[in-house]
Nanobody, 124 residues
Framework: QLQASGGGSVQAGGSLRLSCAAS???????MGWFRQTPGKEREFVGV????????DYGDSVRGRFTISRDNAKNTMYLQMNSLKPEDTAVYLC????????????????????WGRGTLVTVSS
């Protein structure tokens, strides 16, 4: 199972830290963050690989958001700074098996399992 948490309401310019707790089943999976708003496609936020912690970010969050993970706790984090109203969305975490050839991918269809999201609301 995957469970995202840490969402809430914040004013523009503020910060939030999201967590994604994974069961032991996903201990060696690459982990990613996505976000979704009504009527829009799921947007790639970022990904972190399992073994070496390589990262990639979506263009709209690069420089403001930081992904990290604690493999001992099977938990991934998303530190979100300088939040903007357009960051308002449900944030979801997903995992991709490390047996697949390309660890860093951006398409939602390339991820194997998804957790329930957490809502982030940024007011102006």
């Amino acid at each position: 199972q995957l469970q995202a948490s840490g969402g809430g309401s914040v004013q523009a310019g503020g910060s939030l830290r999201l967590s994604c707790a994974a069961s032991a089943t996903f201990a060696q999976y690459h982990m990613g963050w996505f976000r979704q708003t009504p009527g829009k496609e799921r947007e790639f936020v970022g990904v972190i690989t399992w073994r070496d912690g390589k990262k990639d970010y979506g263009d709209s969050v690069r420089g403001r958001f930081t992904i990290s993970r604690d493999n001992a706790k099977n938990t991934m984090y998303l530190q979100m700074n300088s939040l903007k109203p357009e960051d308002t969305a449900v944030y979801l975490c997903a995992v991709r098996a490390n047996s697949r050839p390309t660890p860093i991918v951006r398409a939602p269809s390339d991820y194997d399992y998804w957790g329930r999201g957490t809502l982030v609301t940024v007011s102006s």
